[in-house]
């Protein structure tokens, strides 16, 4: 063996390295273990999670591990530890999409344009069914409506001047507003990426998933979904108005209470008693809001914080002080003779301005939302709602603010440069802001505008805080205090100095997944990994004796280098990653194999070679078959890593590092141990066996093809049969969309049962079944699936959790996780596992003809893998017609595309073995026809097929029956794709290379009949 000290400088090395970096690892367990302890009752023996958080939140700065020479706190021991994803620790994944629209709008100027209207909500359509990006379905819509108009009348305007002209083409204006649009999608990253850094997550994960719009957010170990949903989602609009004192608009509201006793009158005459519905359209014409159901609570957005708070200069706060007027009751109005029963109900005069109840904001937007109230305020007015109800009236306020011109606040939060969480005089959270140069000088002049009146400040068209204003601010440092929390104040001074995004985001895909069913998972992963790693131990001992054992110890060094590289390389191990870890064990022995059954085979070839020179011919010759087949599933690896996501990716950078230290520890640690052992060919290595091997066979495979095609397409037209009848493949909630819920229930419950409780209350598409234990249902449902909002999220689960209550004893049942993803989105993620599923069938035949020089086995290996493909869908729609439901979904097409490469890798060995001996044949002038050296190649090869399905089966199959409900359908494609990937490897792949030679060689016959050597005709 050459280099032999460098190759133990290399090992000693990587050891060293995985040891330094999993200890970071083992330390912060240690620490998080007594964070548990600590704030564990020692009665009780429940762990308070928060008290045990509080506890880690302190040890962010102090030193909690020492090394010569470094030390190290515990906020740096966790960013290098080894970091569960969400399906083992719990958390939320979210996909967003920064909406394009509002983007386009803001470079209109907000223009009106009706034609700019329409064409945005064309475009929107379309977009539904369409993988085009937006400003090209804009383009397309506009054109299509409007063929004689350009979009530069709209676009061009005094800001986009050196951008856009008058005479600017179509496509110009396109390609302006797509770069615009493309850097709104960056901003929006960046600024994400500044909020989650804030927000205290340990390992979380931010990426722009190219070419898409969207950007995928992971929050490992998040206790709070609702906290951080609103802090992602939140534009930051900062805004400061002017605000209308009541007096001002009492005229008004006037008017108002006289238009709404009109009304009461007419329907009084029309002996009218059905009220108005309240619609839920939007509320465009009222600050922007869109959100409108019968509990709404503003006019432009949702409701979060208290507005009875005051800004100050911070070093001058007597300069503002707080509306003294409070909102501890509500008094009586002086005009109630003149107000009619509608306005009664409705308005409450709390003495600065008028207040409603949460439940009644829809109905008093709906009038306001009308031309002809509107007329009715002065100035064209904006109306803002309270974000929280007063504590004490549990009212919210009506704030009527001036307008300006440009309809653009006089003071916007673009000029906060920084804020932060801090306490005023009284110990109450606040959030102190300061502004840039430009800010302070706005801020003095509409301070001094506004001497002893109130200001309006706005964030997400909600008002946080309206104080009065005693003096003029002449430093641009000031404070916003309300009734906040000190988390609430944290998150806002957090979205303050991360800045505004450019535009709304989209929730377009989310899952929450409980911390209980993340250890769950778990148990059940590394319980299947270790049985299944002992089983393959076993069986290598059994089967090769002391060479067997050498393998293990090759295997056990293999699964450290890929725990130690993972680490190294900050990756997230998942519960995909662990099934890609099993898999590995699987597959990594069959290097060894190879190595250990051409040692074997050049042993019984010639008595007289000796087992060191058996050694070094048996790893010369699997040097070949050990590459080919371990570069096509990298290259699936790649695939799978670039097209896929979250647990996907994990998976597949679980199964690249695996392979390359399978080749590492196969090829040189082996190696290695064995020369040490034999120590130079003095002493015996035993490759023999405990059990009975297979020996060489001389079985005629190539007879058989004829009957091998036709059992296959039995088996694939019956699943085709079956797919039918079932009216299609169960696909999941990822590739059709919809709302899935993984549900906990104290005692066992029906399935079918739970389905017709919920069908009762629940339209569209609803299935429901056992997942893993008795107690626990997977409920998932297309109703609402067009509503991507957090309002339809909270009814759909409403309606779910209701259904249920009554199979727990009246209680709702816990939800364990929960899944969304739109129906955009869903056609995107269908759409790139078809191009995954394909580009990798295009790689690997670009792979194998680039390899072996001849056409015919590249389409040898793709019909074969075509093959198997159909074959595992098959088996998937066989299965869902006698009751085993398995949904088809992304982890299913990691699976399919892992069955490619696993598949491949067992056809590229019997490839190699056919090009060697067709080489050898040629080399003897043996004379042999291509159909004999094939069989006789295959026959070479059985054995070790045999022994590498075996372990893989044995790993796979371990995996289907412990490793839990969520990789089920994983590993059941897995062990059909293992069972039919040997298959085809042996009557597939190789007879399809056969046909294709003996077509060839007939047609060059036909061609040269007198030159018939030129073209060997099998018969067979």
Same mark, same amino acid.
């Given at each position: 063996?050459?280099?032999?000290?460098?190759?133990?400088?290399?090992?000693?090395?990587?050891?060293?390295?995985?040891?330094?970096?999993?200890?970071?690892?083992?330390?912060?367990?240690?620490?998080?273990?007594?964070?548990?302890?600590?704030?564990?009752?020692?009665?009780?023996?429940?762990? #308070?999670?928060?008290?045990? +958080?509080?506890?880690?939140?302190?040890?962010?700065?102090?030193?909690?591990?020492?090394?010569?020479?470094?030390?190290?706190?515990?906020?740096?021991?966790?960013?290098?530890?080894?970091?569960?994803?969400?399906?083992?620790?719990?958390?939320?994944?979210?996909?967003?999409?920064?909406?394009?629209?509002?983007?386009?709008?803001?470079?209109?100027?907000?223009?009106?344009?009706?034609?700019?209207?329409?064409?945005?909500?064309?475009?929107?359509?379309?977009?539904?069914?369409?993988?085009?990006?937006?400003?090209?379905?804009?383009?397309?819509?506009?054109?299509?409506?409007?063929?004689?108009?350009?979009?530069?009348?709209?676009?061009?305007?005094?800001?986009?001047?050196?951008?856009?002209?008058?005479?600017?083409?179509?496509?110009?204006?396109?390609?302006?507003?797509?770069k615009e649009v493309d850097e709104g999608i960056d901003r929006a990253f960046e600024i994400l990426r500044r909020r989650i850094d804030k927000f205290g997550v340990a390992n979380p994960n931010i990426q722009k998933?190219?070419?898409?719009?969207?950007?995928?957010?992971?929050?490992?170990?998040?206790?709070?979904?609702?906290?951080?949903?609103?802090?992602?989602?939140?534009?930051?609009?900062?805004?400061?108005?002017?605000?209308?004192?009541?007096?001002?608009?009492?005229?008004?509201?006037?008017?108002?209470?006289?238009?709404?006793?009109?009304?009461?009158?007419?329907?009084?005459?029309?002996?009218?008693?059905?009220?108005?519905?309240?619609?839920?359209?939007?509320?465009?014409?009222?600050?922007?809001?869109?959100?409108?159901?019968?509990?709404?609570?503003?006019?432009?957005?949702?409701?979060?914080?208290?507005?009875?708070?005051?800004?100050?200069?911070?070093?001058?706060?007597?300069?503002?002080? +707080?509306?003294?007027?409070?909102?501890?009751?509500?008094?009586?109005?002086?005009?109630?003779?003149?107000?009619?029963?509608?306005?009664?109900?409705?308005?409450?005069?709390?003495?600065?301005?008028?207040?409603?109840?949460?439940?009644?904001?829809?109905?008093?937007?709906?009038?306001?939302?009308?031309?002809?109230?509107?007329?009715?305020?002065?100035?064209?007015?904006?109306?803002?709602?309270?974000?929280?109800?007063?504590?004490?009236?549990?009212?919210?306020?009506?704030? !009527?603010?001036?307008?300006?011109?440009?309809?653009?606040?006089?003071?916007?939060?673009?000029?906060?440069?920084?804020?932060?969480?801090?306490?005023?005089?009284?110990?109450?959270?606040?959030?102190?802001?300061?502004?840039?140069?430009?800010?302070?000088?706005?801020?003095?002049?509409?301070?001094?505008?506004?001497?002893?009146?109130?200001?309006?400040?706005?964030?997400?068209?909600?008002?946080?805080?309206?104080?009065?204003?005693?003096?003029?601010?002449?430093?641009?440092?000031?404070?916003?205090?309300?009734?906040?929390?000190?988390?609430?104040?944290?998150?806002?001074?957090?979205?303050?100095?991360?800045?505004?995004?450019?535009?709304?985001?989209?929730?377009?895909?989310?899952?929450?997944?409980?911390?209980?069913?993340?250890?769950?998972?778990?148990?059940?992963?590394?319980?299947?990994?270790?049985?299944?790693?002992?089983?393959?131990?076993?069986?290598?001992?059994?089967?090769?004796?002391?060479?067997?054992?050498?393998?293990?110890?090759?295997?056990?060094?293999?699964?450290?280098?890929?725990?130690?590289?993972?680490?190294?390389?900050?990756?997230?191990?998942?519960?995909?990653?662990?099934?890609?870890?099993?898999?590995?064990?699987?597959?990594?022995?069959?290097?060894?194999?190879?190595?250990?059954?051409?040692?074997?085979?050049?042993?019984?070839?010639?008595?007289?070679?000796?087992?060191?020179?058996?050694?070094?011919?048996?790893?010369?010759?699997?040097?070949?078959?050990?590459? #080919?087949?371990?570069?096509?599933?990298?290259?699936?690896?790649?695939?799978?890593?670039?097209?896929?996501?979250?647990?996907?990716?994990?998976?597949?950078?679980?199964?690249?590092?695996?392979?390359?230290?399978?080749?590492?520890?196969?090829?040189?640690?082996?190696?290695?141990?064995?020369?040490?052992?034999?120590?130079?060919?003095?002493?015996?290595?035993?490759?023999?066996?405990?059990?009975?091997?297979?020996?060489?066979?001389?079985?005629?495979?190539?007879?058989?093809?004829?009957?091998?095609?036709?059992?296959?397409?039995?088996?694939?037209?019956?699943?085709?049969?079956?797919?039918?009848?079932?009216?299609?493949?169960?696909?999941?909630?990822?590739?059709?969309?919809?709302?899935?819920?993984?549900?906990?229930?104290?005692?066992?419950?029906?399935?079918?049962?739970?389905?017709?409780?919920?069908?009762?209350?629940?339209?569209?598409?609803?299935?429901?079944?056992?997942?893993?234990?008795?107690?626990?249902?997977?409920?998932?449902?297309?109703?609402?699936?067009?509503?991507?909002?957090?309002?339809?999220?909270?009814?759909?689960?409403?309606?779910?959790?209701?259904?249920?209550?009554?199979?727990?004893?009246?209680k709702k049942p816990s939800v364990e996780s929960f899944f969304k993803v739109g129906s955009t989105i869903a056609d995107d993620i269908r759409n790139t596992a078809q191009t995954a599923v394909v580009f990798s069938?295009?790689?690997?035949?670009?792979?194998?003809?680039?390899?072996?020089?001849?056409?015919?086995?590249?389409?040898?290996? !793709?019909?074969?893998?075509?093959?198997?493909?159909?074959?595992?869908?098959?088996?998937?729609?066989?299965?869902?017609?006698?009751?085993?439901?398995?949904?088809?979904?992304?982890?299913?097409?990691?699976?399919?595309?892992?069955?490619?490469?696993?598949?491949?890798?067992?056809?590229?060995?019997?490839?190699?073995?056919?090009?060697?001996?067709?080489?050898?044949?040629?080399?003897?002038?043996?004379? +042999?026809?291509?159909?004999?050296?094939?069989?006789?190649?295959?026959?070479?090869?059985?054995?070790?097929?045999?022994?590498?399905?075996?372990?893989?089966?044995?790993?796979?199959?371990?995996?289907?029956?412990?490793?839990?409900?969520?990789?089920?359908?994983?590993?059941?494609?897995?062990?059909?794709?293992?069972?039919?990937?040997?298959?085809?490897?042996?009557?597939?792949?190789?007879?399809?290379?056969?046909?294709?030679?003996?077509? +060839?060689?007939?047609?060059?016959?036909?061609?040269?009949?007198?030159?018939?050597?030129?073209?060997?005709?099998?018969?067979?």
């Open positions: 063996m050459k280099n032999k000290a460098g190759i133990i400088t290399l090992i000693i090395a990587i050891t060293l390295l995985c040891i330094y970096y999993l200890m970071f690892t083992v330390r912060a367990w240690q620490v998080q273990k007594e964070a548990r302890e600590y704030a564990r009752n020692p009665e009780t023996q429940i762990v #308070d999670e928060k008290k045990a +958080q509080r506890f880690l939140d302190s040890l962010n700065t102090k030193i909690v591990y020492k090394l010569p020479g470094a030390s190290f706190t515990y906020k740096s021991i966790k960013e290098k530890e080894l970091a569960l994803g969400l399906d083992l620790r719990g958390g939320m994944y979210l996909v967003v999409e920064v909406s394009p629209i509002e983007i386009i709008k803001a470079l209109s100027g907000n223009s009106n344009s009706i034609k700019l209207n329409n064409a945005l909500r064309q475009a929107q359509k379309a977009q539904v069914n369409s993988q085009e990006k937006f400003v090209y379905l804009f383009q397309k819509a506009f054109e299509r409506l409007y063929p004689n108009d350009q979009l530069a009348d709209i676009f061009a305007s005094s800001a986009n001047r050196e951008k856009i002209r008058t005479n600017s083409t179509n496509d110009e204006v396109v390609a302006f507003i797509g998933l190219s070419g898409t719009g969207r950007i995928m957010i992971e929050l490992p170990g998040i206790d709070n979904p609702d906290r951080a949903i609103q802090l992602i989602s939140g534009v930051a609009k900062l805004e400061f108005w002017e605000i209308y004192e009541l007096n001002e608009v009492a005229t008004s509201f006037a008017e108002l209470s006289n238009y709404l006793n009109k009304l009461d009158q007419a329907k009084a005459r029309n002996d009218t008693t059905t009220r108005r519905t309240i619609t839920k359209d939007g509320l465009s014409l009222i600050g922007g809001n869109k959100k409108t159901d019968s509990t709404d609570t503003s006019l432009v957005a949702g409701n979060e914080t208290d507005t009875t708070g005051i800004i100050t200069d911070s070093t001058q706060r007597d300069s503002i002080q +707080q509306d003294s007027t409070k909102k501890n009751e509500v008094k009586p109005d002086t005009n109630q003779q003149q107000i009619g029963t509608t306005f009664t109900r409705l308005f409450k005069n709390i003495g600065s301005n008028y207040a409603a109840l949460p439940s009644d904001t829809a109905e008093i937007n709906s009038y306001l939302r009308k031309p002809e109230v509107r007329r009715m305020f002065k100035g064209n007015a904006l109306f803002f709602w309270d974000v929280k109800p007063d504590d004490n009236t549990k009212l919210l306020s009506l704030h !009527i603010v001036k307008n300006t011109r440009g309809g653009q606040a006089p003071l916007e939060g673009d000029v906060v440069v920084d804020a932060r969480q801090e306490f005023d005089q009284n110990s109450r959270p606040e959030v102190s802001m300061r502004m840039n140069a430009k800010g302070t000088n706005a801020w003095k002049k509409l301070t001094r505008a506004n001497l002893n009146r109130r200001i309006a400040i706005v964030l997400d068209n909600n008002v946080y805080s309206a104080p009065i204003v005693n003096n003029e601010i002449s430093t641009g440092n000031s404070s916003i205090a309300g009734n906040f929390t000190i988390e609430e104040a944290r998150d806002l001074a957090n979205i303050l100095k991360a800045g505004k995004l450019p535009a709304p985001v989209r929730i377009v895909e989310k899952a929450v997944v409980g911390p209980s069913l993340g250890q769950k998972s778990i148990r059940q992963g590394l319980r299947s990994m270790l049985v299944g790693l002992a089983l393959v131990v076993i069986f290598m001992v059994l089967y090769y004796k002391q060479g067997g054992a050498i393998a293990n110890i090759a295997l056990l060094t293999n699964i450290f280098f890929i725990v130690g590289i993972l680490s190294q390389f900050g990756a997230i191990l998942t519960l995909a990653g662990i099934a890609g870890i099993v898999l590995t064990i699987g597959m990594s022995v069959d290097a060894n194999v190879l190595i250990y059954e051409r040692i074997r085979e050049e042993l019984r070839r010639e008595k007289a070679v000796k087992l060191p020179m058996a050694i070094k011919l048996g790893y010369e010759k699997a040097y070949s078959s050990i590459i #080919d087949a371990n570069v096509t599933t990298f290259l699936i690896g790649a695939i799978l890593y670039s097209f896929g996501s979250g647990s996907v990716k994990g998976f597949a950078v679980t199964l690249m590092i695996g392979i390359g230290c399978s080749l590492f520890s196969a090829i040189f640690i082996t190696r290695l141990i064995i020369e040490v052992i034999s120590h130079g060919g003095k002493r015996q290595v035993n490759f023999s066996s405990f059990i009975p091997t297979m020996g060489k066979p001389n079985i005629s495979f190539i007879k058989l093809r004829k009957k091998a095609y036709m059992i296959s397409v039995a088996f694939i037209t019956f699943g085709i049969i079956s797919a039918v009848i079932n009216g299609g493949l169960n696909l999941g909630v990822d590739f059709k969309g919809g709302r899935s819920y993984v549900v906990e229930f104290e005692k066992p419950v029906a399935a079918t049962d739970a389905r017709i409780a919920l069908s009762k209350t629940m339209q569209g598409s609803l299935e429901v079944k056992t997942f893993g234990s008795s107690n626990q249902i997977k409920v998932t449902t297309s109703y609402l699936i067009d509503d991507e909002s957090e309002e339809a999220d909270l009814q759909v689960r409403t309606l779910v959790l209701n259904g249920l209550k009554s199979f727990n004893s009246g069938l295009v790689v690997i035949f670009i792979y194998i003809v680039a390899r072996f020089r001849r056409w015919q086995y590249g389409a040898g290996a !793709i019909a074969a893998l075509f093959h198997d493909v159909l074959f595992v869908l098959s088996a998937f729609s066989i299965a869902y017609l006698f009751g085993f439901s398995l949904e088809i979904d992304q982890v299913f097409i990691a699976a399919i595309l892992t069955v490619i490469g696993y598949s491949i890798n067992d056809t590229v060995v019997v490839f190699d073995r056919i090009r060697e001996e067709d080489s050898d044949n040629e080399k003897a002038r043996r004379g +042999q026809a291509f159909g004999e050296v094939l069989n006789n190649a295959i026959n070479n090869t059985l054995s070790r097929t045999v022994m590498t399905s075996t372990t893989t089966l044995v790993v796979v199959l371990t995996l289907f029956l412990a490793g839990g409900e969520v990789l089920r359908g994983f590993s059941f494609a897995l062990l059909v794709g293992v069972l039919v990937g040997t298959y085809s490897s042996v009557f597939i792949a190789s007879p399809i290379v056969l046909d294709f030679h003996n077509l +060839q060689a007939r047609r060059q016959k036909n061609k040269k009949p007198v030159v018939a050597n030129n073209a060997k005709s099998v018969k067979s």
